[in-house]
């Protein structure tokens, strides 16, 4: 499944049209299916680690305490967490962008109860400061994602859907990598298979692909 033609198109008719492409200011998640629905992001605590070559943003709109309840099934949130990964920086007036490039990749996790739906995609982004300052972010121009996995409960109002507008986040690695652990980890427990919200997700998850569901009937995998 390509989860970028929309962008990719949208992006080519602004380039040969020789028109700017900007990120709106508010960030969030906009369906594009028959019945449009809209899923803010903005509101929230946003931090930033650097990590190697790569750039990880966390946005959430529940505190770190929130999310250390590592029982995963049990446990009742309302709320999200966003991951977004920066994962090389275009150079303005340099860098020749294809209509179909992504250098950011994405995870939305969406709490709804002791229901947890989790999507994932890419897009293209635009930074905003210097890696290392207090104050780092992105501007999305363009995006697709759609839900990966999600427990029997969950209602999908999303999919397909892309994410647009302004990231601006704080250093933070301690806090940034305690939520997005945190939050893979009740994910995996929901799911009873790894899920891994941050860098390298794929990666990480193609290293786990020993443990399956059935080997986490009666025991939780405890992300290291």
């Known amino acids: 499944m390509n989860y970028f033609s929309p962008f990719a198109y949208l992006f080519a008719v602004l380039w040969l049209c020789g028109c700017g492409v900007s990120a709106p200011e508010r960030l969030e998640f906009t369906s594009i299916g028959d019945t449009p629905r809209t899923f803010p992001t903005s509101e929230g605590n946003a931090t930033y680690s650097l990590d190697l070559a790569n750039t ?27 991951h977004i990964e920066l994962l090389w920086v275009p150079l303005a007036g340099k860098t020749a962008i294809d209509p179909e490039a992504t250098n950011i990749s994405i995870r939305l996790i969406v709490f709804s109860g002791h229901e947890v739906g989790l999507y994932g995609g890419g897009g293209f982004a635009w930074p905003k400061g210097e890696p290392g300052e207090e104050d780092y972010g992105v501007d999305i121009v363009g995006s697709n994602a759609t839900l990966l996995a999600a427990t029997n409960g969950f209602k999908d109002l999303l999919s397909p859907a892309q994410l647009t507008g302004r990231v601006r986040s704080t250093l933070n690695e301690t806090q940034n990598k305690q939520m997005r652990r945190a939050a893979s980890q009740i994910v995996t427990n929901a799911l009873k298979r790894v899920q891994w919200v941050g860098p390298r997700a794929i990666e990480m998850q193609k290293r786990a692909s020993s443990i399956t569901s059935t080997s986490m009937d009666n025991a939780e995998f405890v992300l290291r």
Request: aromatic fraction near 12%; charged fraction near 10%; charge should be negative.
């Open 56 to 82: 990880s943003f966390i946005l959430s709109d529940l505190t770190p305490e929130q999310l250390q309840n590592p029982t995963g099934n049990s446990v009742e949130l309302f709320g999200y967490v966003l």
